[in-house]
C-alpha cells in the first residue's frame, strides 16, 4: 500500500517532468518573472476578445503560454489581493483583508523569501504606494524600490504616491540588467489602469472617448519593453512568466465606479497568464481558478515544494490541459464596507457555473446565462443557495487558522492621507473582520451614499473644501451616523480654518469611536487651532496612550504646553517626539529651544546641531543654534550659525 507522502511526491514529480516535456526541456533553475497590472479586466484585452484596444505585447504573451479564461481575485483591493498572489493564503489566515491598520507578518513565507531560500536574487519595483514596504510584502526581496515620501502631505505632491508605468519598466529593468547573470525573481508592478484614467500621448489622445483602456494600452508598451529585454538577453526560454490582474473595475456596472465595495466579477474576474519554460504552445484554461494558486504553481514550475501554510493549489494540471482537474469552489471577500463604514461585509462562493454572495439580502447567479449578474436568483433557486452558502461556510472554516498573522498596527496620520489621494478610504469606522455581522446595512443599499463620500474625498484631496463640505452633508441625510462622513468633515473644516466646527465634528467621531487613534490626534489638534488648550493637552495625550508611534501627537502636545507656558512638560514632549522619530527635525528644534529658554545650553546645543545635521538646509535651524552658541559664549561658532542662516535656500 503506497503512503500518501509518496502519492504526493509521485504526483509533484510527474507535474514537473509534464512541464519539462509539453513546454519543452527547460534550463537549470528556472527566473522568475511576475507581472501584475492593477485595476486590470480580463475583458479590455485583446487575447480576451476585446476589440477597442491595442495589446499586442500582452497578447503575444498569451499565444505563447496558457491563458485562463476564468481567472479570479480573492479581494478586490490592491494590497490583500496582491498579499494573496505572494503568500499563497486567504485572508482568513494572513488577516490582511484591506490595507488599513495591517502589516504582513514577518513569520509568513512569502514567494520571494522562499526563492530567495533557494538561491534567488530577488527584486520588486512597486507602482503606487498601498503596496509601500510597511505593510510588508516586501518580505524576502533583495531590492524593493518603493520610495514613496509619506512625509508631503501638499495636495500639489498628490501624483507622487503613484508612478508612471514607464518608470517602473525603467526601474525593473536597470535591476534585472544586474541581476541576470543569476536566477532571479522580478516582480513588475504596473498601477496606470487605476482611476483617474490619465493615460500619457499617444495614448491619450488615440483613447481619448476611453480612458481607461488608454492606460492599459499604456501598460501593454511596458510589458512588451520586459519581454524584449528577456529575449535579448537570452533569458525568455529559461524563465516562467505570469502576468495578472490584481482586481477588476466596475466601470459604473452595479452603482459602483472602481473596486473594492462589491465582489461582482467586474471587479473579481482578472487576466491570468501563464508561460513556462521551454518551447511552449497556446493554451486556453477554462477551470475557474483563483490567485491564491499563483505562489504554489511558481514553485512547482521551478521544482520548490510548496509548504504550510500556503492554502493554494498549483495550476500545473490546468496547464497540463486536464479539464476539472482543480474543480473546486473559490473564495472571494471584500471587508471594505465594514471597516471604514461598519457596513456589512460580503462573503461569496462561485463555481463554474454559479455565483453566491452572502451578504443580508443574499445573492445568486447563473454566470452561463448572466454573466453580467444583473438577475438575483436567490427565490427561485434555493436549494443552490442552500449548498452553496454550505460550501461558503465550508471554505471560511477550511482556510480560517484561529488568529489571524497580520501585526496590527496604528493609521499613520501621513499614510492615511496619502491613501485617501490615492481613492482609498482611510477611515477607521468598522469592525473585527473575523466575526461576520448581517444585522449591518447591506452595501446595496449604500452604494450610492459610499460613491457620494467617495467623491466628497477627492474633492477634499483636491482642495475643493466647500464642494466636500456639501457632498458629505448630503450624505449625513441618509447616515446621520456616519463616523468616517463625520471625520472627513470634520478634516474639511479644519482645513478652511472653521476650528470650533472642526471640534464639533471630530467629538461625534471620538464619542462613537473612542479609540480611534487617528480621529482622537485630529480633535486635539482642532482644540489648540480653537484655542481651547487645556482640552487639546488633555486629548492629545489621549491619542499617545491610543498610539505611541504619533510622533506629531507628541510635538504638538509640547506647542500646548508651550502656549500655557509649562518649559518641562514642553521639553518633555518634544523629547518623546525625537525618541518616537530620531530623525524629526521639528521636534529637535523645538527641544533645543525649549532647553535654551530652561537655561540648560548644552543640552540645547546638542539638540539644535541634531536638527543642523538632519536639515543643513533650513536657515531656521541654524539661526536657533547660533542663539544657542551665542548664549554659551561661542561667539565664533555663533556667527558662523548666523552666516549659514542668511544664505540663500538653494533651489
Known amino acids: 500500500m503506497m503512503s500518501s507522502q509518496a502519492i504526493v511526491f509521485l504526483l509533484t514529480s510527474s507535474l514537473i517532468s509534464w512541464a519539462s516535456t509539453a513546454f519543452g526541456a527547460p534550463l537549470h533553475s528556472p527566473n522568475v518573472v511576475v507581472i501584475t497590472i492593477d485595476t486590470l479586466r480580463a475583458d479590455h484585452l485583446g487575447c480576451y476578445g476585446y476589440r477597442q484596444i491595442r495589446t499586442p505585447n500582452i497578447d503575444a504573451l ?35 483583508h484591506d490595507f488599513s491598520a495591517n502589516k504582513l507578518s514577518p513569520q509568513q513565507p512569502t514567494l520571494a523569501s522562499v526563492l530567495k531560500q533557494n538561491g534567488y536574487a530577488t ?78 500621448e499617444p495614448y491619450s489622445r488615440e483613447y481619448a472617448s476611453h480612458p481607461y483602456d488608454g492606460e492599459i494600452a499604456f501598460a501593454d508598451e511596458q510589458v512588451g519593453r520586459l519581454l524584449r529585454f528577456l529575449k535579448e538577453r537570452g533569458l525568455y526560454q529559461n524563465t516562467v512568466i505570469v502576468l495578472s490582474g490584481d482586481h477588476g473595475e466596475s466601470l459604473g456596472e452595479h452603482g459602483e465606479k472602481t473596486h473594492g465595495f462589491f465582489i461582482y466579477n467586474a471587479t473579481m474576474h482578472v487576466p491570468l497568464i501563464i508561460r513556462l519554460p521551454g518551447k511552449s504552445v497556446p493554451l486556453s484554461v477554462h477551470d475557474p481558478v483563483s490567485l491564491v494558486d499563483l505562489m504554489p504553481t511558481i514553485l512547482a514550475a521551478v521544482g520548490i515544494e510548496a509548504h504550510a501554510p500556503v492554502q493554494g493549489r498549483s495550476l500545473l494540471p490546468s496547464l497540463h490541459g486536464t479539464p476539472g482537474a482543480l474543480e473546486r469552489p473559490l473564495y472571494g471577500e471584500t471587508f471594505l464596507p465594514r471597516l471604514h463604514f461598519n457596513w456589512s461585509e460580503l462573503r461569496g462562493a462561485e463555481n463554474a457555473k454559479f455565483h453566491f454572495i452572502d451578504a443580508p439580502r443574499p445573492e445568486l447567479y447563473d454566470l452561463t446565462k448572466d454573466p453580467g449578474e444583473v438577475h438575483n436568483l436567490i427565490s427561485e433557486k434555493k436549494a443552490v443557495a442552500e449548498e452553496m452558502r454550505a460550501q461558503l461556510t465550508g471554505l471560511i472554516r477550511q482556510y480560517s487558522a484561529g488568529n489571524e498573522m497580520a501585526e496590527k498596527t496604528r493609521l499613520d496620520p501621513a499614510l492615511m492621507e496619502r491613501l485617501k489621494s490615492l481613492g482609498y478610504a482611510g477611515f477607521s469606522g468598522g469592525g473585527d473582520p473575523g466575526v461576520s455581522n448581517h444585522n449591518l446595512s447591506d452595501p446595496k443599499d449604500r452604494i450610492a451614499t459610499y460613491e457620494l463620500i467617495s467623491d466628497a474625498t477627492a474633492d477634499s484631496q483636491h482642495g475643493r473644501y466647500p464642494e466636500s463640505i456639501e457632498k458629505l452633508k448630503a450624505a449625513l441625510k441618509t447616515e446621520p451616523q ?12 479644519y482645513r478652511v480654518k472653521m476650528f470650533p466646527e472642526s471640534v464639533d465634528e471630530l467629538q461625534k467621531v471620538v464619542l462613537a469611536s473612542p479609540d480611534y487613534a487617528l480621529a ?95 536639515a543643513p538646509q533650513e536657515s531656521g535651524v541654524h539661526a536657533s543654534l547660533a542663539k544657542a552658541l551665542a548664549a554659551k559664549g561661542l561667539t565664533a561658532e555663533a556667527d558662523e550659525e548666523t552666516q549659514r542662516a542668511q544664505q540663500p535656500v538653494p533651489k
Open 123 to 200: 527584486g520588486a519595483v512597486i507602482g503606487a504606494a498601498v503596496l509601500d514596504s510597511r505593510f510588508g510584502l516586501n518580505q524576502g526581496f533583495d531590492f524593493y524600490y518603493d520610495h514613496f515620501d509619506f512625509s508631503r502631505l501638499e495636495e500639489s505632491n498628490l501624483d507622487e504616491m503613484e508612478r508612471p508605468g514607464n518608470v517602473v519598466a525603467d526601474l525593473a529593468l536597470d535591476w534585472l540588467g544586474k541581476n541576470s547573470q543569476k536566477k532571479f525573481l522580478l516582480w513588475m508592478h504596473l498601477y496606470d489602469p487605476h482611476f483617474p484614467y490619465r493615460p500619457p
Open 482 to 493: 456616519s463616523v468616517p462622513v463625520h471625520y472627513l468633515m470634520g478634516l474639511n473644516y
Open 520 to 614: 482622537v490626534f485630529n480633535l486635539g489638534m482642532a482644540q489648540a487651532h480653537a484655542g481651547r488648550i487645556d482640552a487639546a493637552i488633555g486629548t492629545l495625550q489621549r491619542t499617545l496612550q491610543l498610539d505611541g508611534t504619533n510622533f506629531e501627537a507628541a510635538f504638538n502636545l509640547g506647542v500646548a504646553y508651550l502656549q500655557q507656558k509649562q518649559l518641562e512638560p514642553a521639553a518633555q514632549a518634544f523629547r518623546q517626539s525625537v525618541a518616537i522619530n530620531p530623525d524629526f527635525v521639528r521636534g529637535h528644534r523645538a527641544l533645543g529651544e525649549t532647553l535654551m529658554y530652561q537655561n540648560k545650553l548644552d543640552q540645547a546645543i546638542s539638540e539644535l546641531r541634531r536638527a543642523v545635521a538632519l
Open 62 to 96: 498569451a499565444a505563447d503560454g496558457a491563458r485562463f479564461e476564468r481567472a479570479y481575485t480573492v479581494v478586490p483591493v490592491t494590497l490583500p489581493s496582491h498579499t494573496v498572489i505572494f503568500t499563497g493564503t486567504y485572508p482568513m489566515l494572513s488577516g490582511m
